[in-house]
């Protein structure tokens, strides 16, 4: 498979981008290099070669949930610098 130049050109327009000649040119150029390598990678045998979702193999490396009791309401305002009633108070940030 290869791209000419009304391909690079179509691709250009659904993205809504424009090139100069020499740029279509060489991106012309650079998307048969691409597609080439592409199509020797379809060369190698991965029979038996199981596919990947992930080239890592990792399990879930996250503690187990543990129910414990809350802070009360009085010492989570404790060092607040502002307070209304048992809220934090903070400054108007939105006009």
């Known amino acids: 498979?290869?791209?000419?130049?009304?391909?690079?050109?179509?691709?250009?327009?659904?993205?809504?981008?424009?090139?100069?000649?020499?740029?279509?040119?060489?991106?012309?150029?650079?998307?048969?290099?691409?597609?080439?390598?592409?199509?020797?990678?379809?060369?190698?045998?991965?029979?038996?070669?199981?596919?990947?979702s992930n080239i890592h193999d990792q399990k879930n490396v996250l503690r187990d949930d543990v129910e414990r009791p809350s802070i009360s309401n009085a010492e989570a305002l404790q060092n607040a610098p502002d307070r209304q009633d048992r809220f934090f108070k903070v400054p108007k940030v939105i006009g």
């Open 1 to 52: 498979m290869s791209v000419n130049r009304k391909d690079v050109d179509y691709i250009a327009e659904l993205a809504r981008l424009s090139f100069t000649d020499e740029e279509a040119s060489r991106m012309t150029d650079e998307l048969n290099s691409i597609l080439h390598y592409v199509e020797k990678l379809g060369e190698l045998d991965t029979e038996g070669v199981l596919p990947l």
